[in-house]
Each structure stands twice: as structure tokens, then as C-alpha cells.
Nanobody
Framework: QVQLVESGGGSVQAGGSLRLSCTAS????????MGWYRQAPGKQRELVAG???????DYPDSVKGRFTISRDNARNTVHLQMNSLKPEDTAVYYC???????????WGQGTQVTVSS
């Protein structure tokens, strides 16, 4: 079992920044991919950013150039720096770990990000 604890959500005005963090704990040998999905009301959950154990990253076009994911393998922690936030970034952000960007084994509890115009 893996437990994921998230922190760093909140409210910010458009153009502002937030930093999300997620730490994995529990019984596991290694984690390949860590990252974040988000889900806005009435929308499907979508990948926001992922990073594998080698440091390769993946972002959708909607956040490229604004969001940066980083990882501390020794601490099993992943961070998401979100800059130039837009109202359309408003969603619940979920940390995940898994074997691939679209292969999720465990979810965090979710943290709310609200961007006001």
C-alpha cells in the first residue's frame, strides 16, 4: 500500500503562482511515475504533469511553459510549480503514482486550487 499526502493548494488571483507537493509513504520497492491530475466540476480528470524516475516529464499543451514538475526520489516527493495561473486552472488536483503517465496505482486525497479573475 502507498499513501500520498498532498499540500499546497489554495486560492490565488489570475497571474499568480502556487506550489503543490506530494509525498509517498508506505510499503513499496520503487515508484516509476509520480505526478498530478486535475478535475474541474463537470469535466473528466486530466493529466496535468508527470515525471518518471529518470526525470522525463510530460505536460499537456494547456500547461506547458507555465507548470513545472520536479521530483526528489530520495524523499519520494513530487512538486508542481504553477505559474501564470488562469481561472481555467481551477480544479481539484490529485497526486498519483503508477507505472506510467496514464497508469495510476494510487491517488492522493486531492487539493483544491481556485484561480479568480
Amino acid at each position: 500500500q502507498v499513501q500520498l499526502v498532498e499540500s499546497g493548494g489554495g486560492s490565488v488571483q489570475a497571474g499568480g503562482s502556487l506550489r503543490l507537493s506530494c509525498t509517498a509513504s508506505g510499503r513499496f520497492f520503487s515508484i516509476n511515475v509520480m505526478g498530478w491530475y486535475r478535475q474541474a466540476p463537470g469535466k473528466q480528470r486530466e493529466l496535468v504533469a508527470g515525471i518518471n524516475s529518470g526525470g522525463s516529464t510530460d505536460y499537456p499543451d494547456s500547461v506547458k511553459g507555465r507548470f513545472t514538475i520536479s521530483r526528489d526520489n530520495a524523499r519520494n516527493t513530487v512538486h508542481l510549480q504553477m505559474n501564470s495561473l488562469k481561472p481555467e486552472d481551477t480544479a481539484v488536483y490529485y497526486c498519483f503514482v503508477g507505472p506510467a503517465m496514464n497508469g495510476v496505482n494510487y491517488w492522493g486525497q486531492g487539493t483544491q486550487v481556485t484561480v479568480s479573475s
